[in-house]
């Protein structure tokens, strides 16, 4: 989710090198500092940016593209909703109406009611079940901070926190990274139960320090800015050993890296 509001809508690397592979029946963990493609948009993913990690959509992008990114030498994160109902996605109508709340900004979009987990455990274990059949190395869980907006449900921070460790339980049972994305006031809470971190604009929120403990656990935290030149704000990361780039809100191919 690029930062949403009510009414808004919608080992570290000198060079591009890939990421080494984990020991067998390990998950990988991505360090602080690598770089990295985010492309949620377009018909087909451009593989040829030189850099070790990508992350693209579960849903709309075949086993063969997770392969030619493989043949590359790239690690692939698996891009999926999971604390918003999404009207065009294939599982749409496996949702029950009484799990669906408001708008969360974004056309098509609803909050889930997070509490109910004898719901959606199985809706999102069946989508960690595509992840890992496409041969994702980890997953972005997007969402994940219901409890801050406005969901149409009672939301509170004991329901977040339950609801991401099981997420993140059902990415790690398959063998995937997961990484908590947004969330900032939890990650003290989280950190131990992920593995990265995926944040947008913590630098024009002044924010970005909240991002430490994944850095200080090297565990690596992937951000993007969308308002802000990099001038504004890579220096800053490069400091805190953030991955970081300046991307379009639509998350197409166009990126600019610190």
């Known amino acids: 989710m690029r930062r949403v509001f009510w009414l808004v809508p919608l080992l570290l690397l000198a060079a591009c090198t890939t990421a080494p592979d984990p020991k067998p029946g390990s998950r990988w963990q ?14 087909t993913i451009d593989t040829s940016v030189d850099v070790p990690v990508y992350d693209i959509d579960g849903f709309d992008q075949p086993e063969s593209t997770v392969t030619a990114l493989h043949d590359k030498g790239r690690k692939v994160i698996c891009y999926l909703s999971t604390g918003a109902w999404e009207d065009w996605r294939p599982d ?17 979009e609803h909050w889930l009611d997070i509490r109910e987990t004898d719901v ?29 907006n406005r969901t149409g449900f009672p939301l509170k921070a004991a329901d977040q926190l339950r609801y991401n460790r099981l997420i993140a339980e059902l990415a790690h049972d398959r063998g995937m990274s997961v990484g908590l994305k947004n969330d900032l006031d939890q990650i003290p809470e989280l950190v131990d139960d992920f593995d990265f971190a995926v944040n947008e604009q913590c630098a ?7 991002n430490t403990p994944f850095i200080e656990a090297e565990k690596a935290v992937f951000h993007v800015e969308y308002e802000l030149p990099t001038s504004k704000f890579c220096a800053q990361s490069r400091k805190l050993r953030l991955s970081s780039m300046l991307k379009k809100y639509e998350l197409g191919v166009w990126r600019r890296a610190c």
């Open 30 to 43: 991505p360090a602080p500092g690598l770089d990295w493609q985010w492309q949620l948009t377009g018909k």
């Open 92 to 108: 749409a109508k496996k949702f029950p109406k009484s799990v669906i709340g408001l708008s969360n900004g974004w056309e098509g």
């Open 120 to 148: 959606l455990e199985p809706l999102m274990a069946d989508r960690m079940d595509m992840c890992r059949e496409k041969g994702f190395d980890a997953v972005e869980p997007d969402n994940m901070d219901g409890y801050k």
């Open 204 to 210: 024009q929120y002044d924010e970005c320090d909240a």
